[in-house]
C-alpha cells in the first residue's frame, strides 16, 4: 500500500511539474492549496491501515500471517500494555503456535496477564516454572503463582498448592499451609486432595491426629481406586485406638488394596489370616500370602512365615527355612523373628543349642514387647535353663506376656500359683508337723521333767523318811544300848557276890527311877516266874566298870 501511496504521488508530482510550466502563477496557488488539503489527508489514511489494531493481529492469526500478527500484538502489548494482545502473543509462543515454542520469550506476557488476574495464565505459569522448559526450574516461582491462583478461588490451584507446600519440594514443608489448600480443595470435590488430606489426618503430619477425620477424608475418595487410600483405611480399621478396632472391615481394605497391587496390604492379610483377625484363621492362606511378601524384604511377613515353619503349622516344622526367614527379619530387629530364633536356640531346633544366644535372642525380643519372647523367657528362669534360676523374674516375664496376650503364659503362672500354693500347703503342713513334733517333744521333756521331778521330790522323800528311820533307829539302838547298859548295871547290882548266890532285889530309896522301874519289872517276872535268880556260876563275869559279857 505504502509503494501504490508513493506512486501516485511521483504520478501526481510529474504531472503536476509539466503542467506548471504551462499554468499561470495562479493556477500554480491553487495548487499548492489543494495539495496542502489532500496529503495531510492521505497520510492520515496510511496511518490507520499502519496502526496497531487487535482485531486486525486476530484476523492476521486466523489467516495464518503470522507475521505482521505478531508486529500488531507485540506493539499492543509493549507500548500499550493490551492485556488481551499479551494473552495471545503469549499463548502464540509458549504453545508454538506457526512458530517455534519459546517459553523465554512468552513468559514476560504471560506474566502480565498472571498479575492483572488471569488463573488459567497463573497455572500456566505455575507449570513453566514446574517443568523449567526454557525458565529453569524454580518452585518458588510455582507456589507464588499457584497461591495467586488459589486465592482466586480455582481449586486446582488449590490443590496443586497443598501439595507442593506438603511434600516441599525445594521448599520449606508447611503441613499446616498444605492441610488449608487441601481441605479448601476437598470441599470442592477433589478426591486426591481428600485422600492426601485423610493422610494427613491419619500420621498427624502437622495437624492434631484425628482418626474419624481420617477415615471419614478416605472413604470419600475411595472412588479413585488408589491402593494407598485402601491400605490406610486398612491400617485405621485394624488398630485405631479411637475408633475401635474393626477387624472385618479391616479384612475388606486390605483386599481391595491387594487387589490393586498393593504388595504391603498383601501382607497384611496374610497376618490376619495368621492370626484369625476379621476372618477365619488359616495357617495355608497365611502362608500363601506372606511367601510373595517376605521374598520382596518385608519384614514382619519374613518373620510369620518363620514362625508357621518353625511351629510346623502347615505340616511337619521345617527349622532350616525358619531358621533363613528368622534371621532375615532378625537383621532389622523383627521381634516375633529374635522370638524364634531365641526358642530355637535355647532347645537347639535347627541350630545348636545355645543358652547364652536364646537368653540374648529372647531379651531382645521381650524388650520390644514380643508375648512369646516373654514366656520363653520365664520358663527359662523358672526352670533355670540357661540362666540362674530366678522364680521372681520368672514370674515377672510370664506376667509380661500375659499382659501381651500370650495365655499360654497364663496358663503357666496358673499352674505355678497351684504349685506355689501346693508348696505353700505342703510347708504349711510340714511346719504343722514339725510344731506338733516340738510339741510333743516339750510335752515328754516336759513330762520327763515332771517325772524326774517326782522322782526327787519322791527321793529327797524316802531320803528324808530314811533319815528319819535312821535318826529312829539310831535313837531306838541308843534307847536299846541304854536299856541294855542300864540292865547291866541292875543285873550287877541285883547280882549276889562272887562267892554266893545273888541276893534278892530290893528297892532302895536311893536309887534312880529307871533303875527302880527295872527292879521293879524284874521283881514282877521273878513272881511269874518268868525269870529265876541264877546262881554265881551262872552269873557271867563282870568287869569292875560295868563292861560287857
Do not use: C
Not at 490443590?159 to 480443595?185: E, I, M, Q
Not at 475388606?252 to 488394596?257: C, E, F, L, S
Not at 537347639?348 to 519372647?373: C, F, I, M, T
Amino acid at each position: 500500500m505504502a509503494q501504490n501511496k508513493n506512486k501516485v504521488e511521483r504520478r501526481f508530482t510529474a504531472r503536476t511539474r509539466k503542467k506548471s510550466r504551462s499554468l499561470p502563477w495562479g493556477k500554480l496557488l491553487l495548487v499548492l492549496a489543494i495539495l496542502g488539503i489532500v496529503a495531510p489527508l492521505a497520510y492520515s489514511v496510511s496511518g490507520f491501515w499502519h496502526k496497531p489494531n487487535l482485531e486486525r493481529a486476530r484476523q492476521y492469526l486466523q489467516e495464518g500471517n503470522i507475521d505482521p500478527a505478531l508486529k500488531q500484538l507485540t506493539a499492543l502489548a509493549d507500548g500499550q500494555n493490551n492485556i488481551e494482545a499479551a494473552r495471545l502473543l503469549a499463548d502464540t509462543l509458549y504453545h508454538g503456535k506457526g512458530v517455534p515454542k519459546n517459553p523465554a520469550a512468552a513468559l514476560p506476557y504471560m506474566r502480565l496477564v498472571a498479575e492483572n488476574g488471569d488463573n488459567a495464565m497463573q497455572k500456566a505459569l505455575a507449570d513453566l516454572y514446574h517443568s523449567g522448559t526454557g525458565v529453569g526450574k524454580d518452585p518458588a516461582q510455582e507456589l507464588y503463582w499457584l497461591e495467586k491462583a488459589a486465592q482466586n478461588g480455582d481449586h486446582d490451584a488449590q490443590f496443586r498448592a497443598g501439595v507442593l507446600y506438603r511434600d516441599g519440594d525445594g521448599l520449606t514443608r508447611n503441613p499446616g499451609k498444605a492441610a488449608s489448600f487441601l481441605s479448601a480443595a476437598a470441599d470442592a470435590g477433589i478426591q486426591e486432595a481428600g485422600a492426601m488430606l485423610g493422610m494427613m489426618y491419619y500420621t498427624g503430619d502437622g495437624i492434631e491426629q484425628s482418626d474419624s477425620r481420617a477415615e471419614s477424608l478416605l472413604s470419600g475418595a475411595r472412588d479413585l481406586d488408589d491402593p494407598a487410600v485402601y491400605r490406610t483405611l486398612g491400617d485405621i480399621y485394624y488398630s485405631s485406638q479411637q475408633l475401635g478396632s474393626d477387624y472385618h472391615a479391616a479384612f475388606q481394605a486390605y483386599r481391595r488394596a491387594a487387589e490393586l497391587g498393593d504388595q504391603d496390604a498383601e501382607a497384611k492379610l496374610g497376618k490376619m489370616y495368621y492370626f484369625g483377625q476379621g476372618v477365619a484363621k488359616s495357617y495355608s492362606e497365611a502362608q500363601q500370602k506372606l511367601v510373595p511378601a517376605a521374598e520382596n524384604g518385608n519384614t514382619e511377613s519374613q518373620a510369620l512365615l518363620a514362625a508357621i515353619l518353625f511351629h510346623g503349622y502347615t505340616g511337619k516344622p521345617d527349622y532350616t527355612e525358619a531358621r533363613n526367614w528368622a534371621f532375615s527379619a532378625a537383621r532389622r530387629d523383627e521381634p516375633t523373628a529374635l522370638a524364634i530364633l531365641g526358642a530355637m536356640y535355647a532347645d537347639g531346633k535347627g541350630v545348636a543349642e545355645d543358652g547364652e544366644k536364646a537368653h540374648e535372642y529372647l531379651s531382645k525380643a521381650a524388650q520390644l514387647g514380643n508375648p512369646l519372647a516373654n514366656r520363653l523367657l520365664g520358663e527359662m528362669y523358672l526352670r533355670g535353663k540357661g540362666v540362674s534360676r530366678n522364680n521372681e523374674t520368672g514370674r515377672y516375664y510370664l506376667t509380661r506376656a500375659v499382659e501381651l496376650g500370650d495365655w499360654q503364659a497364663a496358663e503357666l503362672i496358673d499352674r505355678q500359683e497351684r504349685m506355689a500354693a501346693d508348696l505353700e500347703a505342703e510347708a504349711a503342713r510340714e511346719a504343722e508337723k514339725a510344731r506338733l513334733a516340738e510339741a510333743e517333744k516339750r510335752r515328754f521333756e516336759d513330762a520327763a521333767y515332771q517325772r524326774e521331778q517326782t522322782a526327787k521330790q519322791e527321793r529327797e522323800a524316802a531320803l528324808a523318811k530314811a533319815r528319819e528311820l535312821v535318826d529312829a533307829n539310831v535313837q531306838r539302838l541308843n534307847q536299846s544300848e541304854n536299856e541294855r547298859v542300864d540292865n547291866r548295871k541292875v543285873d550287877k547290882a541285883m547280882a549276889p557276890p562272887p562267892s554266893a548266890s545273888r541276893p534278892p532285889i530290893t528297892i532302895t530309896g536311893n536309887e534312880s527311877d529307871v533303875v527302880r522301874r527295872i527292879k521293879e519289872d524284874r521283881l514282877r517276872q521273878m513272881e511269874k516266874g518268868y525269870i529265876r535268880t541264877r546262881t554265881k556260876s551262872e552269873v557271867p563275869y563282870e568287869s569292875d566298870n560295868g563292861g560287857g559279857e
